[in-house]
């Protein structure tokens, strides 16, 4: 038995046919891999408050139905990043290897909980 989510997409024309909520170009896989990484519901809201919560906890029930589609498109995307990646020269300065490694660190895409 097929169970309908009503604010999911499955689209070619839009995201290359990653399903994507309803109305955005927000792909299920990015909520569930943060769902996935520990971050809690509250902070997705707050990164995406257009959705508002119905969107996105049926995000969440779409990905565990449909687990195996959601897991071929994370790994898409990180096969295209993969592919995209180009690796820098190493700094040739103190100062250069300091800013690689506060870049390294990174910055999450939504604000602290």
């Keep these: 038995m097929r169970v309908p989510h009503p604010h999911i997409v499955v689209d070619d024309s839009v995201a290359e046919g990653s399903p994507t909520i309803q109305g955005t170009r927000v792909p299920v896989r990015r909520v569930f891999s943060w769902h996935r990484q520990g971050t809690p519901i509250e902070t997705i809201i707050r990164r995406y408050p257009q959705?508002?919560?119905?969107?996105?906890?049926?995000?969440?029930?779409?990905?565990?139905?449909?687990?195996?589609l959601v897991?071929?498109?994370?790994?898409?995307?990180?096969?295209?990043?993969?592919?995209?990646?180009?690796?820098?020269?190493?700094?040739?300065?103190?100062k250069g290897r300091k800013l690689e490694a506060e870049l390294a660190q990174g910055k999450l895409p939504f604000g602290k909980p």
Excluded: C
């Design 51 to 68: 959705l508002g919560p119905a969107r996105i906890f049926d995000a969440l029930a779409f990905a565990y139905d449909n687990l195996d």
């Design 71 to 94: 897991t071929a498109d994370l790994i898409r995307e990180r096969d295209a990043l993969a592919a995209e990646a180009t690796p820098l020269p190493p700094p040739a300065t103190a």
